[in-house]
């Protein structure tokens, strides 16, 4: 950590400062600028807080040197993390597909769409049982009973399961249904929930906040590390910008940037972000080509009748063009879908 | 809800769109402009998925025409709603200001700072017993113990408390101390935690998130008014944009905007938005001449020892300074403090 | 400046750091910590090229100390900056109001509204000639026929005029004819332009672009200031975010950081924020309430009929009205209209 | 254009905006919903103001329904247009790289630069003679002694050029020399600027501001495109958003989106995006496997001594690199380089 003193600071404030670094049990350096002087701080800076010193007289800025997630860095965990479920190894050379739809409807419905995405390629099949939506008014998943179809269609289709748990104590039951369990965008910094999935230790799919960086979304994963949990894979899902076309801005850099800073594998969800079907096959490609290790996708049988979502999901047919894309840009890239 | 069909789209297209309506018990009115049809449905379009539409062939666009929200709104509730806590009217003349430390850190801090709080002329005590952190290793809070102490000041001072539940399961436990519960930013679309804090029937302020919408706000206090619950208050804290001088962008023009679109009592908490405690006093100002009904402000003895947030935290002096030029503000336009 | 080396930076990576400041006439200064070595910069870093050492070996981060604009700081020119206009004072105790239509479209139009902007207490006309439309098929100001209107407006009514100059070629006509030279939004960064207004030592009103953060607006404003021209004022307008409902953000923490950090007078424009007359008047009273040194605002005798920007204009009595709330704010905080 | 009447709208405000529409020379078409009459006007809206019916008593909100561009779009002009540069085609089959240091230094270095890329397989170099830096005490470039070098690096390599025009004055100049006239991002609203290449005629390249919307780009096309000059092509550089690990966040769902609104080719510029070299090469591959057809990359042979956005520039050894994997990826998707 470094403190930059104000141009008209005093002694007084700087020896302050000095003290006070001491007190707290580290080593301070200084530097006598041309304008102002600069205080280095010396020790493990993810255990000091900054406000100690910007509250202090004298003191402009302070500047924190080390990244503050640790567990999560590729500097102590240099080697790529690979998830192992049902046979997959999800961050090794095969791009994971997983797909289905937005929401489990019914029993036909998710049956149906299940045995289209694993015809067309997919690896594993998303669903979700509780949802989050922005109205009350509108369809908020079936809740336990949806668990419970997903559980059956795995049962009979041998597809992994992806869905989301919204609630510390919906997290045991969701566990038993799933392979993975989501952590859905709006919950990237809902403590208690990261926590339980945390704790229970099987694998989870943590969605980017659309409204956090990616330095937040380490510190996310951070908790969850943090209780022995590595089974963890990152998601990017389109962050909130101010261009209406799309319905967010996927942030396709996110995919290089998080592979240098992070050990953990990366997965891009651009149905989310797209908000439009249209759009999700070339940004599958774009992703892939970028470094994902894998797809989230939006499949439903008759997007029409969706109960929510619809306008971002591909039909069976489509999403299987949309695998045979992704198979050629994969293998352009060395990897395997 | 009007649908724009596609310049090229087909009069089947038109007729395919035109009996989905129908279908749905809604009535269709047809209008042929000179470069393409718009279709407007007749009926409560609250109900209706406008995915329903977008997904069809022929169709470019559909847009709404009602606000999504009802309870909140004042189309349907035209007047203020009051909301009466302790002796004091929320949302009536008196600008109410709230004001205590981040978190509660000990019986020492948090009765030093409610006396001097009271002392000033705040109205309501604020301190957190659970903490929400991007770090899992920053100071979580005291919890359940933070909740005690906070009984004791409030029955030695007489102050009102409002402090955060962060979980569904937390809440029983804060209703029985705070005589208001906050819903923290990061926490404005946990929709288990706002269907439990609807339920409980205690009065709720109900935080923005970073990067939410004013709609969006709304509709999550649609959550909690959807419950029976009416004693609710907004608050604005600063939303997130590319500026970096303040942690967040304090968005001045939501107390005009939300007192126009809601009946609901509008606070605003600059300290949160500024990141700094040197501009918490003209921002004060400013949101209490553009027509705020409360503030929300954070107070530490010691800024430089808090264990978190000491950067925005202003000194009881200082606070009291706040206190003396927002009451000559709130007689200016015509409130009082 | 510091460099702060990657964790792994080897003990050559480092010298060659050292080697490469001294090279170019700075001194460095180590600080060995314990997961990395930083390296400070000593003498002027607003003359050093950041990219020098970040494309070096072993080197994670580079962080700038001190500000990058020198003449617009108060660190080197801690008084107030005052610009004496026709009589006034701007920056002075007196909250200066400019108002007037997005443009000037007749005689009767601009001299109407003059004289009802006059009557209601502004002291000084706005009004465009050349107008930056987003589409050619807008209507684009009368142009230089434009000038000449407000030249004869001023000559009858002795207000102070300002209006915007687009292009270099424009700005010697707009200089003869205006009190102040308005830098629009979208041409902050429009370096040549700068130049121009820079050199003919006009007083010039700087606008912040939509989405130009606040240490761009004052190294637009040190563009200026460094070829001699100190008679420059800023303005705030909003700032482009993921909200709606306003047309942009009024970013009201602006004044305060601004007034601290530079000497400039700070002016607010409330209209193209807000987008919306509704929420003018809140604003302007919000902005006064939070230090702003004048208002600039968009009147137009009928807004209904407005070749641009009509849903932003106040009506003239709406206008006197908005006049006398920001004087009793004006004056609960120590100033005057 | 559609305007939606508020709830409480009375009927003497419906007939009021009819009679408007009437005025205006249009035709209205009413319906009456539930909740709220709406009102469809019916002829070419882009030649209506929106703001008439805004500033009416009832009414809520005015909707446009077209797009507001036209010769850019896609309805009016449904096949690809195809630029044709010195023998290349872009816009066709083949994906165009166009690479080159930042700025012009010396002969030397934008001799070796040229020599290095057309070796590696660009097909035009870049090159900046005037250079737009937020700051004063920046490297501003050569200016005209800039474009001397580059004609003459032209006539020596056979290499087009691209270079940017940042004031009407230079275009003249800028065209003689270049083959593309680049319109910088901070110059995307500089409408005497898009004037002035509109009337030479000369192949532009247009980038999207950074924080401009896709259809402000498409309205700033507009402009260029009505002055005939149909020798265009758009460019996505990153848009400004809260994420601050890269300098901008490249929006690669503009990619896809752009080539299904307009006709007009869509080039991607990684490096001015990421603001690391490090990440150039994956966002690179991601952009083509999107459907971009060009890219536009900063190299330079010494990036340590870059007068201006060394960070961001490959080495010609990583640049060859980079045009080896991305040539993969444009095979994959029915592509060459």
Known sequence: MIVVMRREAKPENIEAVVGRVKELGFRAHLS????????????????????????????????????????????????????????????????????GPCAVESREQIMETALAVKEAGAHILRGGAFK????????????YKGLELLAEVREETGL???????????????????????IGARNMQNYNLLHAVGEL???????????CTME?????????LSHGNYRLMLCERG???????????????????LK????????????????????????SMGAVAAGADGLLIEVHPHPDKALSDGTQSLRPARFAQLVAKVRQVALAVGREV
């Not at 509250?55 to 080390?66: L, P, Y």
């Not at 099987?202 to 906040?209: A, D, E, F, N, Q």
């Open 32 to 99: 006598a600028g041309e304008e102002r002087t600069i205080i280095g701080i010396i020790g493990d800076e993810r255990h000091l807080n900054e406000s100690v010193f910007r509250t202090m007289d004298g003191v402009e800025r302070v500047v924190r040197v080390v990244k503050p997630f640790k567990l999560a860095s590729r500097d102590f965990h240099p080697h790529d993390t690979i998830v192992a479920i049902n046979g997959l190894s999800i961050g090794a050379k095969r791009i994971v597909i997983m797909a």
């Open 132 to 143: 989050p939506r922005s109205s009350p008014y509108s369809f908020q998943g079936l809740g």
């Open 160 to 182: 992994a399961i992806v869905t989301e748990a919204m609630a510390p104590a919906q997290v045991a039951a969701v566990g038993e249904c799933a392979d993975i369990i989501q």
């Open 201 to 211: 230790g099987k694998p989870v799919l943590l969605k980017r906040g659309m409204m």
């Open 216 to 224: 937040e979304l380490l510190m996310s994963a951070e908790y969850i």
């Open 239 to 257: 962050i909130r910008t101010f261009e209406t076309y799309t319905r967010n801005t996927l942030d396709i850099s996110a995919v290089p940037v």
């Open 260 to 283: 240098q800073l992070t050990h953990l594998p990366v997965i891009v969800d651009p149905s989310h972000a797209a908000g439009d079907w249209q759009w999700v096959t070339p940004l």
